[in-house]
């Protein structure tokens, strides 16, 4: 997407609190009450969310990279390690929101502009620092709205994974890192070891969902058991190594998550109605 933050054991970390007021939803409504502390040294409507500059910083110069739905990036769904929020708010030109992420392995060889999946969500490093082991992402407005991300706050587990490079091996499937909306959990019920969880969507969401499909959830690739078409919803089933590496088992029910269907569908989707295959059928 133990976490401070390398998953050099495999340790099963404390269950979050439950869910309270985001620290996004404030910034989103414009409103007058804000959980995020103004840093007297910098103008008002700046959040000191980078007040130490140190040599080892690296910072883009001009402005600061902002993800979109160009695909510039694949990645494999696979969650190389869990990171922790450490800091979020409004980002210093004015023009979105930083989140700053304690991680260990996804900084290894990070450069300015690389991209990295946060719970499903290509984001672009904006800023980084090796030795206090943490990077920067922006985050527009739009992707507030039309991902998890918006429930985070400072603590929370995070998964992260890096853009695949051509010698990677494709451990999961093709995962661009753009969100096609989010699900609600709805159940987790534990079977041995195992963990089954049901999530509920739209319906306009649920149509690429198939039984033994892939699915990303919350930018971990898995294989979908059940699609309940008349409750909207799906299930899949974590088995006990997949629990203690991403963070799906430490929400609640209740809580979002971010779901992106597989390509694959889409595309037929889009040929079918686009009279593809008539075209063929008539040549």
């Avoid at 198939?210 to 078409?229: C, M, N, Q, R």
Wanted: hydrophobic fraction near 35%; charged fraction near 20%; glycine fraction near 8%.
């Amino acid at each position: 997407m133990a976490i401070t933050f390398s998953i050099t054991s495999h340790s099963r970390i404390p269950g979050p609190s439950p869910p309270k007021t985001p620290i996004f939803f404030n910034l989103l409504n414009i409103s007058t009450k804000t959980h995020l502390k103004i840093a007297p040294s910098l103008r008002p409507n700046s959040l000191s969310l980078f007040t130490t500059l140190r040599s080892t910083k690296c910072r883009p110069t001009t402005t600061h990279f902002r993800s979109s739905r160009t695909v510039r990036s694949l990645f494999t769904g696979i969650v190389e390690e869990m990171g922790e929020v450490k800091q979020l708010g409004a980002s210093a030109d004015g023009g979105g929101f930083d989140m700053k992420i304690g991680a260990k392995t996804v900084l290894e060889g990070v450069h300015l502009g690389d991209s990295i999946a946060v719970n499903g969500t290509c984001l672009t490093v904006t800023e980084f620092d090796t030795q206090l082991e943490d990077f920067t992402v922006g985050l527009s407005p739009e992707t507030l709205r039309k991902t998890s991300l918006i429930e985070l706050k400072p603590g929370s587990p995070v998964n992260l994974e890096r853009a695949v490079q051509p010698t990677s091996r494709m451990g999961g499937h093709f995962v661009q890192g753009h969100v096609d909306g989010t699900g609600v959990i709805v159940s987790m019920e534990p079977e041995e070891d195992s963990l089954w969880i049901k999530v509920k969507t739209t319906k306009s969401l649920l149509k690429y969902v198939v039984p033994k499909g892939f699915i990303a959830v919350d930018g971990t690739s898995l294989t979908v058991v059940d699609v309940f078409d008349d409750e909207d919803c799906f299930n899949f089933m974590l088995v006990a190594y997949t629990q203690q590496n991403v963070v799906i088992p430490l929400k609640k029910v209740g809580q979002k998550v971010n779901l992106e269907a597989d390509i694959l569908g889409k595309y037929v989707e889009r040929l079918l109605s686009s009279g593809f295959v008539d075209s063929i059928k008539a040549s």
